[in-house]
T-cell receptor
């Protein structure tokens, strides 16, 4: 297992288009998190799953954002009708439930909206 | 509301000098505090957690509940310590809330 993997690593799109990011967590981890990071800021929480259940979603998250983890393994984050303000690094992380606060991060998917 | 504040965006010290990265938090209960580190071209990774009371790579951090602080310290900085450092908190294995980060540069 090579750790958390994210795809694509880079995505350039035009405003108004939809984009989807995929995250494959470490296989035995049942928690999966999505964060967004912009330049000069720390990671900002978006949502997290325990197995296939989405337990929390940030109030800052517009309804253009949706995340799924249908079988409790990989997850997808979709952004509809992208805006320039969506340009950011989207980070995925996973953790074993019993260990609080220890997240294993992927390398991130960088989104640029033109 | 949970909040983590790292007052210094940039910190530069000379090799061999002591390092202290500041972190203050606001939380109504008893949080769990962490330091994460991101080296150049690497993933964000856990450095240490307050509950373990451990020293990792020479770094220690003490939770001061009275001052709501969790400063990261190292007595003698090394060049390989140059990185982005993020303080973070959680409670009860829920989401992790991060500070804005401090970029530490160790000058030779």
């Amino acid at each position: 297992d090579t750790g958390v993997s994210q795809d694509p690593r880079h995505k350039i799109t035009k405003r108004g288009q939809n984009v989807t990011f995929r995250c494959d967590p470490i296989s035995e981890h049942n928690r999966l998190y999505w964060y967004r990071q912009t330049l000069g800021q720390g990671p900002e929480f978006l949502t997290y799953f325990q197995n296939e259940a989405q337990l929390e979603k940030s109030r800052l998250l517009s309804d253009r954002f949706s995340a799924e983890r249908p079988k409790g393994s990989f997850s997808t984050l979709e952004i509809q009708r992208t805006e320039q303000g969506d340009s950011a690094m989207y980070l995925c992380a996973s953790s074993p439930r019993v260990v609080s606060g220890e997240l294993f991060f992927g390398e991130g998917s960088r989104l640029t909206v033109l | 509301a949970q909040r983590v504040t790292q007052p210094e965006k940039l910190l530069s010290v000379f090799k061999g000098a002591p390092v202290e990265l500041k972190c203050n938090y606001s939380y109504s209960g008893s949080p769990e505090l962490f330091w994460y580190v991101q080296y150049s071209r690497q993933r964000l990774q856990l450095l240490l957690r307050h509950i373990s009371r451990e020293s990792i790579k020479g770094f220690t951090a003490d939770l001061n509940k009275g001052e709501t602080s969790f400063h990261l310290k190292k007595p003698f900085a090394q060049e390989e310590d140059s990185a982005m450092y993020y303080c973070a908190l959680t409670r009860g294995a829920q989401k992790l809330v991060f500070g804005q980060g401090t970029r530490l540069t160790i000058n030779p």
